[in-house]
């Protein structure tokens, strides 16, 4: 059987057995989330030995090169000695420089990093909190023109980090993961095509960055958004001013009530679509869209995930 070794500590385990689960089921409280590779709140750095990797296209060569793994997609075929992720030593600090709500139940948060960035619109970075609570979010903020990056944090339900988050003021301390993602972005090439915009809750957060990245860039085509959410969208009134400034329709849908045959109606088969939000609603985005006869390629989509996560756990 395999030995794996971390945090000074060696174990057997079964040939196979997903180092994810091998890590957390040994008390090491390794944080995850989506189990897809896509979170990536389980990175590992590989010291010894290698996994077998079941999506190695999931990180940037370079972070391959270094050493780190997704511990979710990689299975234990030899012996392995593995260090885990420290938000300490491996992530950024970054200070908090406003907390304010945007309604009752969307928090805005600003964090100043202690080095500037480079990222793109639509990415999303692993917050931590001092107690090891980590959590992903999107970025809302554009690279060049926000100093700070901006988070919307949907707290109508309980859960770890949101709990944390409402109690943080400025001045207080946060550490920033990789950041990563990439699916929601603006292309340069896309200018003088249609834009669809799709969201559900804080799903708005990174389609309101790509929103204002196009506009900078000139694009020319009409832009639509559809908001899917309880009342007004909690970013109603910047929407609205660029409403007013350029070719941009934006309407709210009412999280209560059913779908409308014609509301994900396509305005050509030129178009291109960016969706986000919960699961669910992506899902139904995407088939709607498939049907009205929008090509798959067309369509650039990223889930939200609805637990927090903390060592290993749900946390709600």
Do not use: K
Not at 9 to 29: E, F, K, P, Q, Y
């Amino acid at each position: 059987m395999p030995e794996l070794a971390c945090a000074g500590r060696r174990w057997t385990v079964a040939t196979g057995s997903n180092l994810l689960d091998a890590l957390n089921a040994a008390g090491l409280r390794v944080p995850y989330s989506c189990r897809a590779g896509s979170c990536q709140a389980c990175m590992v750095r590989c010291r010894g030995g290698e996994p077998l990797d079941e999506r190695p296209e999931a990180l940037p060569a370079t972070q391959r090169e270094q050493g780190w793994r997704l511990a979710c997609q990689c299975r234990i075929d030899g012996d392995l000695q593995v260090e885990l992720f420290d938000p300490v030593r491996d992530g950024l600090a970054a200070q908090v420089q406003a907390v304010d709500w945007l309604r009752r139940d969307v928090l805005r948060l600003r964090l100043l990093p202690e080095r500037p960035l480079r990222y793109r619109a639509g990415q999303h970075a692993l917050l931590w909190t001092p107690d090891g609570i980590a959590r992903p979010y999107s970025l809302a903020s554009l690279p060049d023109d926000d100093r700070w990056l901006e988070f919307h944090l949907d707290c109508h339900r309980p859960g770890a980090f949101s709990e944390a988050a409402r109690r943080l003021r400025p001045g207080d301390g946060l550490r920033l993961g990789q950041l990563h993602g990439g699916a929601l972005h603006y292309d340069p090439d896309w200018a003088e095509r249609p834009l669809l915009l799709l969201a559900s809750g804080t799903g708005l957060a990174p389609l309101w960055a790509v929103l204002r990245e196009a506009l900078r860039q000139g694009h020319a085509g009409p832009i639509r958004l559809l908001h899917r959410t309880h009342g007004t969208s909690y970013l109603a009134e910047p929407l609205l001013q660029l409403a007013q400034q350029h070719d941009l329709d934006v309407q709210w849908l009412d999280a209560d009530q059913p779908w409308n045959d014609q509301t994900l109606r396509i305005a050509s088969r030129q178009e291109i679509a960016l969706v986000c939000g919960h699961a669910d609603f992506v899902a139904a985005c995407c088939r709607r869209l498939f049907l009205a006869g929008l090509p798959r390629g067309q369509v650039f989509s990223d889930t939200f995930i609805e637990r927090n996560v903390s060592g290993g756990l749900s946390g709600g």
